[in-house]
Structures are given as C-alpha cells and as structure tokens.
C-alpha cells in the first residue's frame, strides 16, 4: 500500500506551461506517473510532452478522470488557482508555489479542510510511493528517483524537498526503502504537517517507522509530539532537527521561510526534549537515523 498517491492517481498541473512545471511534467511522465491534463489559461489547445493544455479546471475535467492537481503557478495566482482545484472536489491537492503571503495560505488551508481537499505545501517539492506514484519535482530526473527512492516500509516526512532525497538516499545505502515520501514544505503556514499525515501512516500496514526532518521555528513538533502521546501510535518515529548552531541566533531565519527562531521552544534543544518525552527518538547527526531505526 502507499498513502494519498498510487498507480491509480491522475494528475492534473495548473501552470503548466511555465519552465518548472515543463520539468515536472517531463520528470513525472519518465517516471511513470499519470498526467493527464494541464491548465494555462489562454493557452488552452497547446500539448507540454504530450499533455493537453486547457483554459480552465473545468475544461480540463470534462475531458480527463482527475483525482490529485499540482499547483505550479505565480504566487498572484496561488489563491485563484488553488480555489479552483477545491471547488472542483480534487481531493489531493499540491502546492510546489512558495512564499505565498501567510494570509492568503490560511485561507487556502482553510477552505481546504471546509470542502475535504488534503493540501500539501506551499513550498513542497512533493511526495512518491517508490514504484507507485510520484506527484511534484521530488528526486528530480525519472532516473536519478527511481536509484534513489526504493520500495520499503519506512514513511518520510520532510520540510526539506531536498532532505526528503538525502534521507531517502541514506536509507537505501542502509539497506531500507521508502514506503511513501512527502515533502510537506517549508514556508510558516503549511496544509499537511507531521501530526495531519501521521493517521494516514497508521492505517498503511506496509509502513513501518517514520523518519521526519524538521527545522528550527513553528510548532509542529509538539504537534507530532502530541498525537504520538495521546493515540499511543504503533509507528517507531525518528526525527532529525538541522540547526543546532542557531540555538544562539534569534531572529535569524535558517533556509525556509518557517524556519525562524523567536522565543526558547523554536530552539532545537526544546524541541527534541518535547519529542524525547513522547517517546520519539532525535537523531543528534543524519547519519545516525539508520542506527535509530534498528534500535528497539
């Protein structure tokens, strides 16, 4: 099994024919995954490798079966764009677009929860079941993903695109593979975090730990934390917080947008207290997420 992506998913790109979504739509095609349709508006008509290019959503889906929608658009578009996927009942829908203004991303959010769209991003390079599905830019190159992101039973979650890949790419060197990968993204207001995602982990029995990634600022630790705590959660959880030198930096952002230290408990050091006392165990260096893993 695999969460929210599988073979089954057909996928639609908002934005297409801008030069990120050209190169995700090439990258996903090699890959194997199902794009069927693309929307720019005024450009309808148009092919991007093969896929038709509509006007509209609406356009798009009387012509094509849609179940996940990638939003690869200008941050003026996001609202507009992303509104338009949710009113169209897709029910997955992910936000590669970064920075949106944090006003605009809880309406997003919001309207999301309201009509039963699972958001993932702003700010996401996406997520992959290996040899299943795959939905964004994550792992790059069809052939660079497939050496990188092998089938197993370890979950990952990421507020890194990239350390999504590294961590993957650890466990495959260890031996281990990857039951399903996402990039929840790095910007301060997110749709999916760790604790949203973690139930659906629950129910996937092919998962067996979780590795999550996380970064200095926000709360989605204690979040995680939280869950694990009150739902006594079946899945081993490994974490890894980057940024152990800007415990002494407040005010300094470290890479995205929400990762930001304001008061003590955006500070590592809290946060892997509040993870080590729910059970989960903090891996002091990446390299140490395998041996964790294998630890009781």
């Known amino acids: 099994m695999s969460i929210l992506i599988d073979e089954t998913t057909k996928i639609l790109i908002l934005g297409i024919t801008g030069r990120e979504a050209v190169s995700i739509t090439r990258d996903t095609l090699d890959y194997g995954g199902n794009i069927v349709a693309g929307v720019t508006p005024g450009k309808g008509g148009r092919f991007v490798h093969g896929v038709p290019v509509y006007n509209s959503v609406s356009d798009a889906q009387k012509q094509h079966p849609i179940n996940a929608a990638i939003i690869c658009v200008p941050v003026s578009a996001a609202k507009t764009a992303t509104f338009e996927c949710i009113n ?18 809880a309406q997003i959010v919001e309207y999301g929860k309201l009509k039963g769209s ?11 079941s290996p ?15 497939k050496r990188t992101f092998q089938p197993g039973d370890i979950g990952i979650m990421s507020r890194s695109g990239g350390m999504t890949t590294e ?8 031996g281990k593979g990857v039951s399903t990968a996402i990039s929840i993204g790095g910007d ?8 949203d995602l973690l139930p ?16 200095p600022g926000g709360g989605i630790e204690e979040e995680l934390a939280e869950i694990v705590q009150k739902t006594q959660s079946r899945i081993k959880i490994v974490s ?14 470290f890479g995205h947008a929400g990762s930001l230290i304001r008061t003590h408990s ?3 050091e809290a946060k892997t207290a509040v993870l080590q006392k729910a059970g989960i165990q903090v891996a002091k260096q990446l390299s140490d997420i395998p041996k964790h893993l294998k630890s009781n």
Do not use: Y
Request: aromatic share 6%; hydrophobic share 45%; no cysteine.
């Open 188 to 195: 301060p207001i997110i749709g999916s975090t760790f604790a």
């Open 131 to 145: 040899e299943k599905g795959k939905l964004g830019g994550i792992g790059g190159p069809a052939k660079d993903t």
């Open 167 to 174: 961590i993957a790419n650890l466990l495959r060197l260890n």
């Open 200 to 215: 659906a982990f629950e129910k996937d029995p092919e998962t067996k730990a979780i590795v999550t990634f996380s970064e």
């Open 88 to 105: 169209a009942g897709i029910p997955l829908i992910l936000i590669v677009t970064e920075r949106i203004p944090q006003l605009i991303t």
């Open 240 to 253: 890894f917080i980057a940024g152990n030198f800007m415990s002494e930096m407040p005010g300094i952002r």
């Open 266 to 268: 955006d500070s590592v």
């Open 118 to 128: 699972t958001i993932i991003g702003p700010n996401s390079m996406g997520l992959i």
